[in-house]
C-alpha cells in the first residue's frame, strides 16, 4: 500500500464514529492520544480533562461510547471516579489507561466497573485497536449500580404502587431471604416486607404493610430509627442501629440496616431496610456480664490484686484489703474519691484516666502497664485491667478494675531491652536502608517511563506518519522529544547530585560571588516560564558559595514557586552580619503545617498534581548545607510560601576558587575569619 492508499484508509471516518473523553493530567499524552485517534479515524474525541472531577462532568456532558481515563491524578484519582462516571453515563466503557503495571490495579478497575485496563507503555498505534475492543464490551453492573440499573427513573416518594412495580423482579429473593428484609418509603413506611422480618416481629406481612417502621420498635427507640431513616436517605453508605421490639417482642434485640437505593443522576428511590435478630449475642453478653460480676466477688478476698468499683464519673465504689495492701489507702479514705487520685501528675494533665475509662465505655474493657502513685508518693509499674459494667438492659452502670504490681517484671523486661536494643537499632537501619533503595528504584522507573514512553511514541508517529501529520502536528511532537529529553538531563543531573550528596562527594568551587549576578542567572535561565519573577538584590552583597551550585539552588526553589504557588513570584537577597540570606517567596496558598516537616526529605511529593522525583527540595537543601549554610521554609505576610537559603557572607574575590571534594570547614581566600563551607553528611 502507498502512502497516499495508506492516508486514506487511517484517515477516513468508520460508519458510525465512537465518541470518546480523554482524562489524564499529562495534557502531552492527551495531545498525542488523540492525534492518534484522529489519524487513524473511527474516533470523535468529546472533550478532555486532567482529574476525577472533570471525568464525571464529561461523561454527563457529553455522554460518550468510550472514556479513557488515567488512574494517577490530582484531587480525584482515576479508581474514585469510575462509579461517578458510570452514574452519569451508564452505558458508556471506562477504560483505564495507567503507567502503572497492572498488577493488582486491573482487578480493582474492573471491580469498580472499568471494561478494560490499558499500560501506557503499550506502543501507542495499538490504542485504537484496543478501544474499538472496549467499546463492544458489555458494561458491568457492580454494587448499589446493580439496583439502580434495574429500577426505572423517577422518584419512588410515599407511593406504595410505584414501589409495587420495582420491587415486583425482587419478590424470589425477599421471600427466600433467612434475614427480615423490607422496602420502606423515603419517609420511612413500609411498602413490602417478607416472611421473615414477620416472623421476627411476630406479625404477619399484611400487618406491616402501610406503618412506619418507627412504630413497630420500642418506644425509646423510635427517635433513633426515625433519625436512621433521614440519615439513610442522605448518605451514600449503609446505616445501621441495633433496637428492641414493640409489644410480645419487647425482650427481643434487632440489628437494623438502612441503605437508599439511587436511580443513575444518584437520587434517592426507596429505602431497603435489612433486620437481623440478635437478641441471642445480649442475652450472652448478659450472661458474660453476670459471670464476671461473680468473678468479681470471688475475687474480692484476694490480696494479691488491688480490686475496686468505680461509678460512671469514676469515683472510687468499693475496694478490697488488696488495693489497701497496694496503694496504703484504707476503704474510709479512698471511697468517693476520683480514681485520678492514683496516677502521675504527668498522666494528670493528659487526662489519662478520663481517656482510659472512656475507652473501657466504648469497647467494654481496656488494658495496660504504666506508673502508678502510692499513698506515700512511691511509684510502682502496674498492670491494669479495666472494664465496663452493664445491666440487664445494656445501661452503664460502673467500671471493675484489677491491678497487679510488675514493678520487678519490667524491671527484667528493661534489662532484657536494653541487651537487645543495638541489635534492634542496626536491624532497623538495614530495613530502612532497603526501604530507601526499593522506593529509589520505583520512583525512578516510574520518572523513566513517562518522558521515555512519550519520545518513543512521538518518533515512531513521526517516522510511520511524517505524510499525514500537518506541519502543527509534527512540530508539536519534535517539541515533546526535545521537552522529553531536557526532562530526563534534569532527572538525571538530580539523581547524580543526590548520591553524590548521600556519599559526602559534592565537588563544590566555593568563591566569593557576587548576589545579584547568581540571581539574574537564576532568573534568565526561566526566561519563558510565567509568572514573571521580580528581583530584590543590592549590588554590593557578596556571597562565599558555588556558584554553578548556588544558581541550580536557586532555579530549582524559582521552579517550586512558579509550578506549585501563585503570582506573584519573587527572589530577594541580603546580608545579615556574616551571613547571606536568599528568599524564594510566591502567592500561593503555602504548605499545611502537617507538611513542613516533609518538605526537604527524599521522595516528598505532599500531594502535589504536579508529578516528581521528590527530590528538588533535598536537593537544594543538602547543596547549601555543603556549602556551609542551610535552607527553611517560612509562611510569607501574604499566606504564601517563602524559602530562604542562608550562606556564609565574602567580601574580596579571590584568584582562584576553593574546590571541595569532601564536606568539610576550610576558609575564604579575602574573607574575614573562618567560614564554614561544609557541615557533616551532605
Excluded at 44 to 55: F, I, K, L, P, S
Excluded at 76 to 83: F, N, V
Excluded at 211 to 223: H, N, T
Excluded at 449 to 475: F, N
Amino acid at each position: 500500500m502507498d502512502n497516499s492508499t495508506r492516508s486514506m484508509a487511517l484517515s477516513a471516518p468508520a460508519e458510525d464514529p465512537l465518541t470518546i473523553v480523554l482524562v489524564d493530567d499529562a495534557s502531552d499524552l492527551r495531545e498525542l492520544v488523540r492525534r492518534r485517534l484522529e489519524v487513524t479515524g473511527g474516533f470523535t474525541v468529546a472533550g478532555e480533562g486532567a482529574t476525577g472531577h472533570d471525568a464525571i462532568r464529561l461523561a454527563a456532558e457529553h455522554q460518550p461510547d468510550l472514556v479513557l481515563l488515567d488512574v494517577s491524578m490530582p484531587e480525584m484519582d482515576g479508581l474514585e471516579a469510575i462509579a461517578g462516571v458510570l452514574a452519569a453515563c451508564p452505558g458508556t466503557r471506562v477504560v483505564m489507561f495507567s503507567g502503572f503495571e497492572a498488577t493488582g490495579l486491573e482487578e480493582r478497575a474492573r471491580d469498580l466497573g472499568a471494561v478494560d485496563f490499558i499500560e501506557k507503555s503499550i506502543p501507542v498505534s495499538e490504542l485504537p485497536g484496543r478501544l474499538r475492543h472496549a467499546a463492544a464490551l458489555q458494561v458491568p453492573i457492580v454494587g448499589d449500580r446493580a439496583v439502580t440499573a434495574a429500577l426505572p427513573a423517577g422518584r419512588a416518594g410515599d407511593a406504595p404502587e410505584l414501589f409495587e412495580e420495582h420491587l415486583e423482579r425482587f419478590r424470589a429473593a425477599f421471600e427466600g431471604a433467612t434475614i427480615g428484609m423490607a422496602a420502606l418509603t423515603l419517609s420511612g413506611r413500609i411498602v413490602r416486607a417478607n416472611a421473615t422480618l414477620a416472623q421476627i416481629m411476630r406479625c404477619a406481612e399484611s400487618e406491616l404493610f402501610g406503618q412506619l417502621f418507627a412504630d413497630v420498635v420500642y418506644e425509646q427507640s423510635r427517635s433513633d430509627i426515625a433519625q436512621a431513616v433521614v440519615s439513610a436517605a442522605d448518605s451514600p453508605r449503609p446505616v445501621s442501629i441495633e433496637h428492641r421490639l414493640r409489644g410480645e417482642r419487647g425482650d427481643a434485640w434487632v440489628r437494623s440496616t438502612l441503605s437508599a437505593v439511587r436511580d443513575s443522576a444518584d437520587r434517592p428511590l426507596y429505602l431497603f431496610l435489612q433486620v437481623v435478630d440478635v437478641t441471642p449475642e445480649h442475652e450472652a453478653a448478659r450472661e458474660l456480664f453476670i459471670s464476671e460480676q461473680r468473678f468479681r466477688l470471688l475475687l474480692e478476698s484476694v490480696s494479691d490484686y488491688a480490686m475496686y468499683t468505680l461509678d460512671v464519673d469514676g469515683n472510687l465504689a468499693s475496694w478490697n484489703t488488696g488495693a489497701q495492701k497496694l496503694t496504703g489507702y484504707t476503704t474510709d479514705e479512698i471511697l468517693g474519691r476520683n480514681v485520678r487520685v492514683f496516677y502521675t501528675p504527668e498522666a494528670q494533665a493528659l487526662h489519662q484516666s478520663e481517656h482510659e475509662l472512656e475507652t473501657a465505655r466504648q469497647e467494654g474493657r481496656f488494658e495496660e502497664e504504666g506508673w502508678r502513685v502510692r499513698k506515700d508518693g512511691s511509684r510502682f509499674w502496674a498492670g491494669i485491667v479495666i472494664t465496663a459494667l452493664r445491666d440487664e438492659h445494656g445501661e452503664l452502670i460502673g467500671f471493675g478494675k484489677v491491678i497487679r504490681d510488675v514493678t520487678e517484671r519490667e524491671r527484667a523486661a528493661e534489662e532484657r531491652e536494653r541487651a537487645a536494643a543495638e541489635l534492634a537499632a542496626s536491624n532497623e537501619q538495614l530495613k530502612r536502608a532497603a526501604e530507601e533503595r526499593a522506593e529509589f528504584v520505583a520512583v525512578t522507573a516510574h520518572e523513566l517511563r513517562g518522558p521515555v514512553h512519550l519520545m518513543r511514541s512521538s518518533a515512531e508517529m513521526l517516522r510511520d506518519d511524517w505524510e499525514i501529520l500537518d506541519d502543527r502536528g509534527r512540530k508539536h511532537l519534535l517539541q515533546v522529544l526535545v521537552s522529553g529529553g531536557g526532562r530526563l538531563n534534569r532527572l538525571l543531573e538530580d539523581l547524580l547530585v543526590t548520591a553524590r550528596a548521600e556519599a559526602g562527594r559534592l565537588d563544590l568551587a566555593v568563591v566569593p560571588v557576587i548576589a545579584l549576578s547568581v540571581v539574574q542567572e537564576a532568573v534568565r535561565g526561566l526566561a519563558s516560564a510565567t509568572p514573571a519573577v521580580s528581583i530584590d538584590c543590592p549590588d554590593d552583597v557578596v556571597v562565599a558559595a558555588d556558584r554553578r551550585r548556588l544558581v541550580q539552588i536557586l532555579t530549582n526553589l524559582l521552579s517550586n514557586a512558579i509550578t506549585h504557588g501563585a503570582p506573584p513570584v519573587g527572589v530577594a537577597a541580603r546580608r545579615l552580619g556574616e551571613t547571606v540570606e536568599f528568599s524564594v517567596c510566591d502567592g500561593g496558598r503555602g504548605v499545611s503545617e502537617a507538611d513542613v516537616p516533609k518538605l526537604f526529605t527524599k521522595f516528598a511529593q505532599l500531594g502535589s498534581a504536579e508529578r516528581g522525583t521528590g527530590l528538588g527540595l533535598f536537593i537544594v537543601r543538602e547543596l547549601t548545607r555543603a556549602q556551609g549554610g542551610d535552607v527553611r521554609y517560612e509562611r510569607s505576610s501574604d499566606g504564601g510560601s517563602c524559602f530562604v537559603v542562608k550562606l556564609p557572607a565574602a567580601k574580596i574575590l579571590p584568584a582562584r576558587p576553593i574546590r571541595i571534594t569532601k564536606v568539610r570547614r576550610t576558609s575564604i581566600p579575602g574573607g574575614e575569619g573562618r567560614a564554614p563551607v561544609g557541615g557533616g553528611k551532605a
